[in-house]
């Protein structure tokens, strides 16, 4: 172990990724997971992501501590792309890890997606009212099942907001546990984060109140999870579906489960234009539900009034 972990902090400092080290090293994931917990319990170290699914790790003495909820995606060009899903509640009946499998293995191998944001309810969780639902029907079989059976696409890595649920593993800290085992599921904290590319940011947002959401007015976007059905406000609010067939709520007609393919464009350090396109899951296959284009350096001048008037459009 100790030679593994001075071979992996050498390769660490010649800045090298995370991907390439565990391939030089020849090392399974388990084995490498478990040097990189070990690294991370020993050193300081800051993450360095990259748009093009890159992973670094820099280790530092005493380094500046990034805020909690905050990330930075560093960019090799003006354009890419981010797919966005929320709420697989892995440990339930309502699981879809077939669904989850062909985001990744299909759609996003196919159009070489290296970022994905998941914005929580990784897990079902354990509550009082839900053991019906529940397959595995404790904590520590729910964050252990994300573990072996979330999909890994090479060359890419998710990026998660942790929802309420995740926070209901039996006092597990389900951020913490995951990561640990899986560096390519990156824990950005629990119901809101921030994602910050160039000079501009997105949010990132579970079980967060519109109040606080219409708030947010840094943020050029804000992508919200935990409502299971995808629906677009004032071009600047987009609900994400669920990656799950658990539905919520009286809606007028079932929510597909799917996510929503996002490709930003940069010039001058802000976010210039988003292309979204959303695609449902119909009989086990991705079909494409809608696509819009969004000119995002006009909406952000447009002041966002919590009214009656507000208009919902589905995407």
Do not use: W
């Not at 699914?53 to 090799?76: D, Q």
């Not at 406000?233 to 929503?260: C, K, M, T, V």
């Amino acid at each position: 172990m100790e030679n593994n972990i001075a071979m992996c902090l050498e390769l660490m400092k010649r800045k090298m990724p995370l991907d390439d080290i565990q391939n030089l090293m020849g090392l399974d994931d388990a084995t490498f997971n478990s040097i990189l917990r070990e690294i991370r319990a020993r050193f300081n170290v800051v993450r360095k992501i990259y748009s093009d699914g890159e992973i670094y790790y820099k280790v530092y003495k005493h380094p500046k501590e990034a805020p909690k909820n905050e990330i930075r995606i560093n960019l090799h060009s003006n354009k890419f792309h981010i797919v966005f899903l929320a709420d697989p509640h892995i440990g339930s009946k309502f699981e879809r890890i077939d669904l989850l499998e062909k985001i990744y293995y299909e759609y996003g191998k196919k159009h070489n997606v290296h970022i994905f944001v998941n914005g929580g309810d990784m897990i079902e969780g354990i509550y009082p009212t839900n053991k019906k639902k529940v397959v595995e029907t404790t904590g520590a079989e729910q964050v252990e099942k994300v573990v072996s059976v979330y999909p890994h696409l090479p060359g890419a890595y998710t990026l998660v907001t942790y929802g309420n649920h995740d926070q209901n593993a039996e006092g597990i800290d389900t951020a913490s546990y995951i990561e640990d085992r899986r560096y390519d599921l990156i824990s950005v904290g629990y119901n809101m984060s921030i994602l910050n590319i160039a000079n501009d940011s997105i949010g990132v947002v579970h079980n967060l109140s519109m109040g606080k959401i219409y708030h947010m007015v840094e943020q050029a976007m804000i992508f919200k999870a935990h409502g299971h059905k995808s629906r677009n406000i004032q071009n600047r609010i987009f609900y994400l579906p669920a990656s799950s067939e658990e539905h919520l709520g009286n809606y007028e007609y079932e929510p597909l489960p799917g996510f929503i393919d996002t490709v930003l464009t940069i010039e001058k350090g802000k976010i210039k234009r988003a292309d979204l396109t959303l695609f449902a899951f119909a009989d086990g296959k991705i079909r494409l539900a809608n696509e819009q284009s969004i000119r995002v350096d006009e909406e952000r001048e447009k002041k966002l009034i919590l009214s009656k008037k507000n208009e919902n459009v589905n995407i």
